[in-house]
């Protein structure tokens, strides 16, 4: 192979790598969705509310018989959350909801059914 020809292909080689692994690096450190998604909601038509808060706890008043001991939300990607419980009865149970939100308007879909809140101001 030519050496000038060489010469010129190792730099655009370690650029293409190099902002190839910037890519990874930068999707990476993404913080998920929209940071409005923090905050207090109601479920609508109803008195139960929820906690979601910056630090990835997830608060709300469930029946003591569940036994919660904590809950942990996190960004799955940009429209995803994945929720965890961990529970004294059934162990660890998790799963990802797509969020929408409006304004002041959230609407949480799982794979059976969605629900909505409003934000508690």
């Not at 029946?63 to 939300?73: E, M």
């Amino acid at each position: 192979m030519d050496t000038s020809a060489t010469k010129r292909l190792v730099p655009l080689f370690l650029i293409s790598s190099l902002a190839a692994g910037f890519t990874v690096a930068v999707n990476s450190c993404s913080p998920g969705g929209d940071p409005a998604l923090v905050g207090k909601w109601k479920v609508k038509d109803s008195d139960h509310v929820i906690e979601i808060c910056k630090n990835g706890d997830w608060i709300e008043a469930i029946d003591k018989d569940a036994q919660v001991t904590n809950s942990k939300w996190e960004w799955e990607d940009t429209n995803h959350i994945r929720l965890t419980f961990h529970s004294k009865l059934v162990g660890k149970a998790t799963g990802v909801m797509k969020v929408t939100l409006n304004g002041d308007s959230l609407t949480l879909k799982d794979e059976d059914s969605a629900t909505e809140y409003t934000r508690v101001k």
